[in-house]
């Protein structure tokens, strides 16, 4: 559930929202952000990696390369080799272009709730793991 809270100087309200009308089976993550990387992969319902490849039109897109975890019953509308559009193209011309992202999912259906760049086999926002050291994490 996702508290909401509404006031003013005269008054204060409270109430409660969900992922999807109904379903609490996954709890809501506030400031998920904060969260160790342990408790990142046990709290997301699907994890994914993209990466970054040059379109024809010389703008970069990010296509789903692997699903390291996937919740049982969760519905998740991306699967290997779709095109993952939730980050801003990157024009031919920009300095840095990241190799992809690891985008850590909430919810059901699945949805985006943190992602990281990474370069190469490491990801620095997350300590500098590597990519190897994170699919054995998703797979315990």
Not at 22 to 28: A, R, W
Request: net charge negative; glycine share 8%.
């Amino acid at each position: 559930m996702i508290p909401l809270t509404f006031s003013s100087e005269d008054w204060t309200t409270s109430s409660y929202s969900t992922f999807q009308d109904g379903d609490e089976s996954f709890e809501y993550v506030e400031n998920f952000h904060e969260l160790p990387l342990d408790e990142k992969i046990e709290k997301s319902t699907a994890i994914l990696v993209t990466e970054t490849s040059k379109g024809e039109d010389g703008k970069y897109v990010n296509r789903v390369v692997e699903v390291l975890k996937k919740a049982d019953g969760v519905d998740m509308y991306y699967q290997e080799g779709d095109l993952y559009d939730d980050h801003p193209p990157y024009e031919e011309n920009d300095e840095f272009v990241p190799g992809g992202y690891i985008v850590f999912m909430g919810g059901n259906p699945a949805s985006m709730r943190y992602s990281v760049s990474y370069s190469g086999d490491r990801i620095r926002s997350l300590g500098g793991i590597s990519l190897a050291l994170l699919r054995e994490k998703c797979d315990t």
